[in-house]
């Protein structure tokens, strides 16, 4: 008979601050054989193997040496209605919007599309590693719905909303201020706070909402201020001078937000790329959460994120896929172009703070790192196994792969879903490749 706990073996890697050198090993915990006992979602108890079984009871044990064990990852920014445009060919930010992206959204009014992609997308998550993610939906009501029930089913921890979108859109993928309003109030409703499901607010970008539009969502923020809230910021230049066309009296972009209210520690701004220097004071001021969205920025030719010149204004960077500008739902890939992209301009992102970024990092953009992105005792247990001999280009790396930091580095560069050997989601393994459980403890 199967126990109610759950008994994980293997190398444990997990964070309990962000590294700030390549060497700092005081910002994480790294046991050889080391061990997490699991019950009702939960992890219970975390040390070396010998300690750990000893409390075990009769759990069941899973054996999942030589890999390493490390906290789900985390997604802060990616487009479930796009699934099926990811690598649409040829043009940036306005044409890629007006071409692929929009005519695909519009799909999502009907529900069963909805449904069948939103299974999909979970399974494209999980299998990537992904247990966590921070989605926007269609326009379509219906679309969040879809979004919501397929993780509750699944009961991950998911943050989403529909988008608010009343101009510059096609037919059929439109609100208005007021339905809008009415939808988003009706989600947060019914969906927020239920089970591990969050709402975010998501006004798209400044170009597709009017001022009443932008009120509204002012509105909705003052009203749910635990709700998160997410838009886009300073991704393309022609989207830059767009939208200071649209919205003249704003004394840059960031400030079209900021005037109505929407910034705050719960705010998430996909890309941020090309700021003015008071948009940079204000999101210090304010600590609204840049989105470093590398995979899409480089696809897009959107331009190069400056995370050490955030950073060093005290600013709280998140990092994510962006599917479907993003070319990769792994955040291993992210991690490769990502360190390319800070290569670009003279900056690092060495491996132990890659792997922070992607699982507690995340998690404490989103405030939630008390309850996940670590393997800490009494956080939700969201966990990935992770092989880095996963291909033969990687087996052959790792031969000469002396160190923790060299083995992190080669899942960073050439890691992919590959690479995920299980995800367990709130303790209950998703693909089904978990070892033979190897004995009962007690
Ligand atoms: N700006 C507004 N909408 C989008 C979107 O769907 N993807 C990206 N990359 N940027 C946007
Ligand atoms: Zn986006």
Redesign the pocket.
């Known amino acids: 008979m199967q126990s109610d706990r759950l008994l994980l073996r293997g190398r444990l890697l997990t964070f309990n601050s962000e590294p700030q050198t390549p060497d700092d090993t005081s910002a994480f915990d790294y046991i050889e054989d080391g061990a997490l006992l699991i019950e009702d979602g939960m992890i219970l108890k975390r040390g070396t193997y010998c300690d750990v079984v000893a409390e075990a009871g009769c759990a069941d044990i899973v054996d999942h040496r030589p890999n390493l064990l490390m906290a789900g990852f985390i997604d802060t920014h990616i487009?479930f209605p796009?699934v099926q445009i990811v690598a649409s060919w040829g043009a940036q930010?306005l044409d890629w919007?007006n071409t692929y992206?929009f005519p695909e959204e519009t799909r999502f009014a009907s529900e069963d599309h909805a449904a069948a992609m939103a299974c999909r997308f979970f399974d494209l998550l999980t299998n990537h590693g992904t247990t966590t993610a921070v989605a926007?939906c269609s326009v379509h009501k219906a679309s969040a719905e879809a979004y919501f029930e397929e993780a509750e089913q699944r009961n991950m921890r998911m943050i989403g909303g529909k988008v608010l979108m009343d101009r510059n859109a096609p037919d059929g993928l439109r609100d208005t201020p007021q339905t809008g309003y009415d939808d988003t109030k009706a989600l947060i409703t019914k969906w927020h706070g239920k089970g591990r499901a969050s709402y975010a607010i998501t006004p798209?970008?400044a170009i597709t909402s009017t001022p009443a539009q932008m009120e509204m969502a002012g509105a909705l923020v003052a009203e749910h201020a635990d709700c998160f809230v997410q838009t886009?910021l300073s991704?393309n230049k022609n989207e830059i001078a767009y939208t200071l066309e649209l919205y003249p009296e704003a004394l840059d972009y960031l400030d079209v937000y900021q005037s109505y209210g929407l910034l705050s520690e719960k705010m998430l701004l996909?890309?941020s790329i090309h700021l003015e220097p008071r948009e940079i004071d204000a999101l210090a001021e304010t600590g609204a959460r840049p989105v470093f969205c590398p995979t899409?920025n480089l696809f897009?030719g959107s331009g190069l994120f400056d995370d050490a010149g955030l950073k060093a204004r005290g600013i709280t960077n998140a990092i994510a896929t962006?599917i479907g500008?993003g070319t990769s739902y792994s955040m291993l890939q992210t991690l490769n172009e990502g360190y390319k992209i800070l290569q670009l301009q003279d900056q690092k992102l060495h491996p132990f703070r890659a792997f922070h970024w992607i699982t507690r990092g995340n998690a404490v953009a989103l405030g939630m790192e008390d309850r996940i992105g670590t393997l800490d005792e009494g956080t939700e247990a969201d966990i990935v196994v992770l092989n880095a001999r996963a291909t033969e280009a990687m087996a052959l790396r790792m031969e000469r792969a002396e160190t923790l930091a060299e083995e992190l580095f080669v899942l960073q560069m050439l890691g992919d879903d590959r690479s995920i050997d299980e995800v367990y989601v709130a303790g209950k393994a998703q693909k089904g490749k978990a070892p033979e459980i190897a004995a009962q403890a007690g």
Do not use: W
């Open positions: 487009h796009q930010l919007l992206t926007y798209r970008f886009h991704e996909g890309h899409s897009l962006d500008a």
